[in-house]
């Protein structure tokens, strides 16, 4: 049984448009040097802020599955497929399917923030995909009530989002104060980023805002908060049926 914490500062870091972006990454790419490494098909997460606006100009995409989240404010993006910029606000999810290649722009507007989470779907079979993507709205994706906890599933468990990618189950959770047990898959691995936390605890270790959290080998979670919690939490496979990049290039 396991339950790990990375906290913010032992993440890695980087940054666009002379600074104008900021992130943090839980699980940055290799030369980043973040202590967290690609795992199960969880390849890269980035959290990323603009206080004035930034743009992080045309670059190409390629196998991967390429998730944005729009936790704050809004964001544009553009890509060479369909040749327009298209604005995504607070709520809202795209999806790349880089398959065999894209090419793709993206602006992050004064006062936003947003996950880029990026997922191995099998890149043996997606190199020869062509790319696709999708836009959803928040009001596409459905909330229901857990023990009390508001859950809002964007993929897995019936969500509405569509990946390549297997085994993946991707939630918003909102706890109030209180002590919580859910009960999650101990043959899957529980990433969990904390969105918002004041007073929290996760299986008994203490967890604040920023806190990257990986659980696995475990049949319950147990999350005591002494004020209303925001996590977002992705289930990933332990064991895949195929080879993924980062054991392939052996980084």
């Known amino acids: 049984m396991s339950t790990k914490i990375i906290r913010k500062e032992q993440q890695a870091f980087g940054s666009f448009n002379n600074g104008a972006i900021i ?17 199960s098909n969880l390849f890269y997460w980035a959290n990323a802020w603009s206080d004035k606006g930034g743009l992080i100009d045309e670059h ?11 936790l704050d404010g809004e964001i544009e993006h553009y890509d060479n497929k369909y040749n327009r910029w298209l604005k995504l606000e607070k709520g809202d ?60 599933n964007y993929t897995g468990n019936g969500g509405k989002l569509e990946m390549d990618a297997k085994g993946v189950i991707i939630n918003n959770l909102t706890i109030p104060k209180g002590e919580h047990d859910l009960n999650i898959n101990s043959n899957a691995i529980l990433s969990m980023y904390v969105l918002r936390a004041n007073g929290l605890t996760i299986n008994n270790h203490n967890a604040v805002n920023d806190d990257f959290i990986i659980i696995e080998n475990e049949k319950t979670l147990n999350i005591s908060a002494t004020n209303e919690t925001e996590l977002f939490s992705i289930e990933t496979p332990q064991k895949l049926e195929y080879l993924t990049y980062r054991e392939m290039a052996r980084f």
């Open 93 to 152: 999810v795209q999806i790349i399917r880089a398959g065999n290649g894209i090419t793709h722009a993206e602006k992050i507007l004064p006062n936003s923030r947003m996950f880029q989470i990026w997922f191995d779907p099998n890149i043996a079979i997606t190199q020869n995909k062509p790319a696709s993507y999708n836009d959803y709205k928040t009001s596409d994706f459905t909330a229901k009530q857990v023990n009390g906890i508001n859950i809002i």
């Open 23 to 39: 992130e943090n990454k839980p699980i940055g790419f290799p030369q980043d040097r973040g202590i967290v490494k690609p795992y």
């Open 60 to 70: 190409p995409h390629k196998w991967f599955e390429i998730l944005s989240f729009v």
